[in-house]
């Protein structure tokens, strides 16, 4: 059984950006990526080594996709993945908090975290990229910016220029409860969404991290 009139994915590659958690771990200075990798949690990912899944081996896998149940067919049988299996690949939580981003109050908590700015949408993204390497800013402000790139180049992925929401902000400002969190469900949960989007042609990308299904699988 194979789903039909599955459009063509844009861009050649999938499964998270991997490329981009490599580069980060390689601006930060030894020190404190010694303290990241002790303290593991989502920062495990910082680690992973750089690697893509190739645009055609994901379009062979969503040519098997069968959206109601979830699963794939392939070669008469059925598969899929579990909470457990994301527990068991990934070692994220698949209890504990909801991640509902639409709720989080963001702009109150980036003036918290960044009390100094900016505040101009456009200037963020590289404001991230430098407090991330930069040893002048506090370990939590360190700690909250790559725990939001973590999230979005490797657990909620978005291939479509989307930047990163300041929804993260809220989420993660209190650094010691971040693993209170369910970010296995919601990992799993934001690729199933992302995958019903694309089949659904509501996106031209296919968001969320294909790695799940493909390590699952094989």
């Known amino acids: 059984m194979q789903e039909a009139g599955f459009p063509a994915i844009h861009g050649g590659v999938m499964g998270g950006r991997l490329e981009t958690l490599s580069a980060l771990c390689k601006s930060i200075d030894a020190d404190f990526k010694n303290e990241l990798h002790a303290e593991g949690g989502l920062f495990q990912f910082l680690f992973v080594p750089e690697a893509n899944i190739l645009k055609p081996i994901a379009e062979k896998l969503l040519k098997c996709f069968e959206a109601n149940s979830s699963t794939f067919f392939i070669n008469g049988l059925k598969l899929g993945i579990t909470l457990q299996d994301v527990l068991f690949i990934f070692h994220l939580p698949i209890d504990g908090k909801l991640i509902l981003l639409e709720r989080c109050p963001s702009d109150e908590a980036f003036k918290r975290v960044y009390p100094e700015g900016p505040y101009d949408k456009k200037r963020k993204e590289g404001f991230y990229k430098s407090v991330a390497c930069d040893s002048n800013f506090s370990s939590k402000q360190r700690k909250v910016v790559i725990l939001m790139l973590i999230l979005r180049a490797f657990v909620m992925p978005s291939f479509d220029g989307n930047s990163i929401p300041l ?48 390590v699952s699988i094989i």
Do not use: P, Q
């Not at 993260?168 to 971040?178: G, I, M, T």
């Not at 990992?187 to 694309?198: A, D, Q, V």
């Open 167 to 214: 929804s993260f902000v809220a989420l993660l400002e209190d650094v010691d409860s971040v693993s209170n969190y369910a970010w296995g469900a919601a990992m799993l949960s934001y690729l199933l969404s992302g995958i019903e989007n694309f089949r659904s042609k509501k996106k031209k990308h296919l968001d969320g991290n294909f790695w799940i299904f493909l």
